[in-house]
């Protein structure tokens, strides 16, 4: 995990709210990806859950699905408060009750085809959803908290998760979402450890961990992402290794 520049927060979110601003649509992007590719699997990591209804992503996930063949896996997530409220004005509270009442109609409307009737404290849907000869939609949510990571061994098919190191992994994720699943009657839930990685030539090593360490390094100002178990793992800086010599 690439440490964070100390200090410096409203610069960091600011340049954070920048490069959002220009990103693509991950799941159109994916059925492009789907379409260019024939093994790879290709997912999310993570769509918010705020911006889009439950049934709306689970016809767009549906569409993404029908177009990788079966290789696509859905992350999705809850998101921060600076991109929730600062940047799109919408509420951003009880993410954990709001998280469960999602999963509750997006798992509905992807076991379809049939109408999705739930109603739960957030979600009154009550709508037709008929994609049909899909194989089943993969949904890992992005969970390091407990609260979270009990919702995803309950209700999803694991987590996805972003610069956790082993430690954190071993010793607080995957024995909590693996209770939780067996708890709910589910399989073996997966772990999907996201980790940077940067390419780049010889003489570009430098600039390219300079660069690494400006733009992975908002992690600090994300509170969700500290936890107990990865925030040593937060203040780790990109150090020079020698190779052994032959």
Known sequence: MIGPEPGRYREKIARMIADAEADFDALT??????RATARIEIGT??????????????QQALSTQAACEGRFALGI???HHWVVAD???????RPARLMRSYLEVLNAALAGPGTVDVENDDYRVHAPLDVTDLAPTPVLLAALAPVMLRLAGEQASGTILWMADE??????IAPRIAKAALSAGRPAPRIVAGVPVCLCGKDEVDGARAWANQVLGHASACSSTATPA???????????????RA
Do not use: D, K
């Not at 992007?29 to 789907?34: E, K, P, R």
């Not at 990865?230 to 052994?244: I, Y």
């Open 87 to 93: 940047m799109l004005g919408l509420p951003y509270e």
């Open 45 to 58: 990591a993570v769509m918010p859950i705020q911006p889009r209804h439950p049934v709306a992503l689970a």
């Open 77 to 79: 997530g809850a998101s």
């Open 29 to 34: 992007a994916c059925a492009l990806i789907g």
């Open 167 to 172: 430690r954190a992994i071993g010793e607080h």
């Open 230 to 244: 990865t925030s040593a793992t937060c203040s780790r800086r990109v150090t020079r290794r020698r190779s052994p």
